[in-house]
């Protein structure tokens, strides 16, 4: 009998990992790094259109299979990663069918750079959920830039399309796309004590372990379907997610790395009860990119916001700072972006700006003692009566 119940035990574990993988799992995706050889071989500067297919994807328009050091004209095509990537030219798309788990929430991942027009743009969708991402800003000067995008599946089976929605007159300009990945979001517990959802950054889209920029989070204004978890971006510009793996993090594994100034805000409702104080702590400092000094922030609560300037001190890359509110309505935002337009010091152009990180928002301790102050003399009355 123990025997069988042992079979029993490993046959249900096989059937769990088996339902677990078939649902997708964390990563590139197949052929995302588009490394994988059409039938016919890497084609030299080849225009594939038509019925030439990439490996795992469908095409449609004037899609080219570009390689490292191609050049076009007296210009050199960016390739993000590897050796190979693909150019969409104008109104050309490419799409792939994903396994999904209906509900659920995922982000995908993926690098882009844009070659002769200035306007380029991508619209990344998986149906019904769209957003069309603005290519016109470079964030460094490597040329590209990993972004990341999120939705909610409507069913089990998706299919994700990148299209260039640009027309322009020269066919041979359009954005250049890489390193596709996708991960299934889980929104945290929120902590005890703490009504900051996420507040560690812990949470958030695919980051590939060889790609030292971190991936940028474009404008988002939709908290259900934020590629981190609890947050939206609510600005026109993008701010950087960074790993411990290339960047200074305050706490854990995750942070954010704050970008262009005003227009690159982060923000969060959160629960919070009417004229009650609040804390609103969290870690400030930088990422160790040679971020040009000074990094400063601005920080709200409500009503209440202040300008902080991260102090550089030998010992640590981050300080923790605080700023006390007391709470107007049933929900409070918070907020935070960069008062400087800060770049590297080695390049000149590259953006940066100062971190946040492990961000609580607590019940002020000097509420609490005036609670249990007011708690300790009632009591104390009420003894008082019951003894007279």
Excluded at 48 to 63: A, C, Y
Excluded at 173 to 190: E, S, V
Excluded at 262 to 276: A, L, N, P, R, W
């Amino acid at each position: 009998m123990s025997g069988s119940s042992s079979r029993c035990k490993w046959v249900a574990l096989s059937m769990l990992i088996f339902v677990c993988v078939s649902a997708g799992e964390d990563g590139l995706l197949a052929n995302g790094d588009f490394e994988t050889a059409p039938a016919s071989g890497f084609l030299n500067e080849g225009l594939i259109d038509g019925p030439i297919s990439i490996p795992d994807w469908k095409l449609k328009g004037t899609v080219e299979l570009v390689e490292s050091g191609q050049k076009q004209g007296g210009m050199i095509l960016i390739i993000p990663q590897g050796m190979h990537a693909v150019r969409l030219g104008n109104d050309a798309e490419i799409r792939q069918d994903i396994k999904l788990e209906k509900g659920s929430l995922y982000s995908i991942t993926f690098s882009a750079a844009r070659t002769c027009a200035q306007l380029e743009s991508l619209n990344i969708s998986v149906p019904a959920a769209s957003q069309t991402i603005d290519l016109q800003t470079l964030y460094n000067v490597q040329g590209w830039d990993s972004y990341a995008w999120a939705f909610q599946a409507e069913s089990d089976n998706g299919e994700v399309m990148f299209r260039n929605t640009g027309m322009e007159d020269d066919p041979t300009c359009g954005p250049i796309i890489d390193n596709i990945a996708m991960k299934k979001l889980f929104t945290p517990d929120k902590p005890k004590d703490n009504a900051v959802l996420n507040g560690d950054f812990e949470e958030g889209p695919w980051l590939f372990r060889n790609a030292s920029l971190g991936v940028l989070l474009p404008t988002n204004l939709d908290e259900e379907t934020s590629p981190l978890p609890g947050w939206i971006v609510e600005s026109n510009r993008a701010v950087r997610y960074i790993d411990s793996y290339h960047y200074s993090v305050p706490q854990g594994k995750r942070a954010i790395e704050l970008l262009s100034g005003k227009e690159g805000i982060i923000s969060q409702m959160v629960e919070t009860e009417t004229q009650k104080q609040y804390n609103l702590i969290f870690n400030l400092g930088h990422a160790d990119d040679k971020c040009q000094q000074p990094l400063a922030i601005m920080a709200f609560a409500g009503d209440q916001a202040q300008n902080i300037h991260y102090m550089p001190n030998s010992n640590s890359t981050f300080e923790t700072t605080n700023l006390t509110f007391v709470a107007k309505a049933e929900r409070t935002r918070i907020a935070f972006y960069s008062i400087y337009y800060n770049t590297r010091s080695d390049d000149h152009s590259s953006l940066c700006g100062p971190v946040v990180d492990d961000v609580r928002v607590l019940v002020s301790s000097a509420y609490r003692r005036n609670m249990r102050g007011g708690l300790g003399l009632g009591f104390l009355l009420l003894v008082l009566v019951l003894v007279v």
